[in-house]
């Protein structure tokens, strides 16, 4: 390969997702919230957090899970943690979630992926056998001081609480 060659691959190619692991310090983020407002990481200072990236607000396997999380919301907010939930909805799709599905926890919209990218929750994947690009159904545990204390790529719907409950001893 040329020189040309390889600066022209180099310059088209897709770069690495990252990938988080338990001990890495949580990104930063700064998000619009459902219901107005904003939420941020150091919102989240001083009591250990769950952060749950998910594709889209009122869909199927979004909803079970979402759901799955507020039926066991009490069991988290009892060992002291505080669920976000994180898509690229719109904050008034997110606010019709919140309402219709009586979830008791914060969802975040991240419009730009920015976040998302940060915590390596957008990237290719392989929806019904085609590859696009989109959230990475990802799930995060945050310690109270912003360190990473769980960390689940592609995470299966049905086993997200029991997995959650598993990991963090609740």
Same mark, same amino acid.
Not at 58 to 69: D, V
């Given at each position: %390969?040329?020189? @040309?060659?390889? &600066?022209?691959?180099?310059?088209?190619?897709?770069?690495?997702?990252? @990938? +988080?692991?338990?001990?890495?310090?949580?990104?930063?983020?700064?998000?619009?919230?459902?219901?107005?407002?904003?939420?941020?990481?150091?919102?989240?200072?001083?009591?250990?957090?769950?952060?749950?990236?998910?594709? &889209?607000? =009122?869909?199927s396997l979004c909803t079970k899970q979402a759901c799955g999380l507020r039926d066991e919301h009490a069991v988290f907010a009892d060992a002291g943690y505080?669920?976000?939930?994180?898509?690229?909805?719109?904050?008034?799709?997110?606010?019709?979630?919140?309402?219709?599905?009586?979830?008791?926890?914060?969802?975040?919209?991240?419009?730009?992926?920015?976040? %998302?990218?940060?915590?390596?929750?957008?990237?290719?994947? =392989? %929806?019904?056998? @085609?590859?696009?690009?989109?959230?990475?159904?990802?799930?995060?545990?945050?310690?109270?001081?912003?360190?990473?204390?769980?960390?689940?790529?592609?995470?299966?719907?049905?086993?997200?609480?029991?997995? +959650?409950?598993?990991?963090?001893g609740v």
């Amino acid at each position: %390969m040329t020189e @040309k060659q390889t &600066a022209s691959a180099s310059a088209s190619a897709t770069p690495a997702p990252v @990938k +988080l692991a338990v001990g890495d310090r949580a990104p930063d983020f700064d998000l619009p919230a459902a219901g107005g407002g904003r939420i941020s990481l150091a919102d989240l200072r001083g009591a250990p957090a769950i952060l749950w990236f998910y594709p &889209a607000a =009122n869909t199927s396997l979004c909803t079970k899970q979402a759901c799955g999380l507020r039926d066991e919301h009490a069991v988290f907010a009892d060992a002291g943690y505080r669920i976000v939930g994180i898509s690229p909805d719109p904050v008034p799709e997110l606010d019709r979630f919140i309402a219709e599905q009586h979830l008791p926890y914060d969802l975040a919209s991240d419009e730009t992926h920015e976040v %998302m990218e940060a915590y390596g929750a957008w990237g290719t994947k =392989n %929806m019904y056998g @085609k590859l696009v690009e989109g959230t990475i159904r990802s799930t995060f545990a945050i310690d109270a001081d912003g360190v990473l204390t769980l960390v689940k790529y592609r995470v299966g719907t049905p086993s997200h609480i029991t997995m +959650l409950r598993e990991r963090l001893g609740v």
